[in-house]
Nanobody
Framework: QVQLVESGGGLVQAGGSLRLSCAAS????????MAWFRQAPGKEREFVAV????????YYADSVKGRFTISRDNAKNTVYLQMNSLKPEDTAVYHC???????????????WGQGTQVTVSS
């Protein structure tokens, strides 16, 4: 079993920053690809960022590249999403997920966190 517990969401003004955390348990954390997805009201789930098990490979959606940073601390079994220069269009429920492959398609991920709300005001 894999369990994911997220934290760090909240309300922030445009241009501000938030740091999301996702704590994982079960099996070997370092063997899992970890990713962040988001879903805004009325929209489909959207890929945000992904990181390899070792942390050596990362990939970002064009919409967040240069503003968001994904990282992981395997000693703490935690993955992070540092979000800077936030825009109102970043408003969404953010989910972390684990998978077997370094991909951007949600269907390839096996376990999901409960989601945390990020709201960016203008």
């Amino acid at each position: 079993q894999v369990q994911l517990v997220e934290s760090g969401g909240g309300l922030v003004q445009a241009g501000g920053s938030l740091r999301l955390s996702c704590a994982a348990s079960g099996r070997t954390f370092s063997s899992y690809v970890m990713a962040w997805f988001r879903q805004a009201p009325g929209k489909e789930r959207e890929f945000v960022a992904v990181i390899s098990g070792s942390g050596g490979i990362t990939y970002y959606a064009d919409s967040v590249k240069g503003r968001f940073t994904i990282s992981r601390d395997n000693a703490k079994n935690t993955v992070y999403l540092q979000m800077n220069s936030l825009k109102p269009e970043d408003t969404a429920v953010y989910h972390c997920a684990t998978g077997r492959r370094l991909v951007v398609v949600a269907a390839f991920y096996d376990y999901w966190g409960q989601g945390t709300q990020v709201t960016v005001s203008s």
